[in-house]
């Protein structure tokens, strides 16, 4: 069994349709202000290390548009927290370039650190839609694809999704040993 410590259960329901030995872990850890995801999680992983008694990992994703230069990026939880999907929606008012991307880095902790990254294109949505899924799913369109996250069910989001990449090659790893 390895432990996720996430406060977000979501995410913890996702990772959980692709990886069934997992429990979830509600312990908060300072998420640093830092220019990359992977400094985030390893920052994380230090500060765990020494609280949990089994393997486990973190997750820290973020939404990149590129009309905002990658905003919000390292910041999505606080901007989704203040502005919102609306916020962003505004932002993106009249933006010409819809691309974005979703990224996802999660750290796991054998002993060692060991990073997986997955990453998943699309477009920011002209309006919200769909009401599954979490965070900025209603105005994420994965590529090859009309139809927000939103309106997918978590089995098909994970073929697409950033987490779901980043899952599959954590289980790749782990199906090594
Ligand atoms: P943790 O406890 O695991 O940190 P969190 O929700 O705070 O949970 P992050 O710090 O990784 O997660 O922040 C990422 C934010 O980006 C999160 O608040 C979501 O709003 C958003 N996000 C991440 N993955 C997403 C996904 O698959 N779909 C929609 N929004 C997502």
């Known amino acids: 069994m390895i432990c996720f410590v996430t406060g977000n259960r979501h995410k913890y329901e996702e990772a959980k349709k692709l990886l069934s030995d997992i429990e979830m872990r509600h312990i908060p850890y300072p998420e640093i202000q830092a220019d990359s995801l992977e400094e985030v999680a390893e920052y994380g992983i230090e500060f765990l290390r020494k609280k949990l008694d ?3 990992f973190l997750e820290d994703s973020g939404l990149f548009i590129s009309h905002l230069n990658g905003f919000p990026g390292v910041y999505s939880a606080y901007v989704f927290k203040t502005i919102g999907n609306d916020g962003i929606l505004k932002l993106m008012k009249d933006a010409e370039n819809r691309e974005a991307r979703f990224e ?3 750290a796991y902790y054998d002993g060692e650190i060991h990073l997986f990254k ?11 839609m769909g009401k599954k899924g979490f965070g900025y799913d209603p105005i994420f369109i994965p590529e090859g ?3 927000t996250f939103a309106e997918m069910e978590s089995e098909e989001k994970n073929e697409y999704s950033h987490r779901g990449m980043a899952m599959k090659k954590f289980i790749s790893y782990l199906s090594r040993y």
């Open 54 to 56: 089994c393997n486990f």
């Open 104 to 106: 996802s880095v999660i």
């Open 118 to 128: 997955g990453i998943c294109k699309g477009m920011i949505a002209e309006n919200a």
């Open 145 to 147: 694809e009309k139809r």
